[in-house]
């Protein structure tokens, strides 16, 4: 079975930092895309950052230069770094997998559980 399992959320106040992570099992990791996601309160689910099994990466204009994506093969994990956090960053941040890179959630087949991330101002 394919499981994608995130960690990492909390309580910070702006202007600080969280990293997420994504465990993958259950297929090839090294073979796939992972993104993030989230879903503030009241808003759908939006793009976050996405890396390809080639290490390229993609950024929502949001989150560039405060968030970084970076995988490690050896642990099937993907790391989303977030600096400098800001309030409108709290939402529910979702992990995915596809077999390639994209912005949209209807290319990833593979869906996490979520982790909340609050931020106060």
């Known amino acids: 079975q394919v499981q994608l399992v995130e960690s990492g959320g909390g309580l910070v106040q702006a202007g600080g930092s969280l990293r997420l992570s994504c465990t993958v099992s259950g297929l090839l990791f090294r073979s796939y895309g992972v993104g993030w996601f989230r879903q503030g309160p009241g808003k759908e689910r939006v793009f976050v950052a996405a890396?390809?099994?080639?290490?390229?990466?993609r950024y929502a204009d949001s989150v560039k230069g405060r968030f970084t994506i970076f995988r490690d093969n050896a642990k099937s994990t993907v790391y989303l770094q977030m600096n400098n956090l800001k309030p409108e960053d709290t939402a529910v941040y979702y992990c995915?997998?596809?077999?390639?890179?994209?912005?949209?959630?209807?290319?990833?087949?593979?869906w996490g559980q979520g982790t909340q991330v609050t931020v106060s101002s």
């Open positions: 995915a997998a596809t077999t390639s890179i994209s912005v949209s959630s209807d290319d990833y087949n593979y």
């Open positions: 890396i390809g099994y080639i290490t390229n990466t």
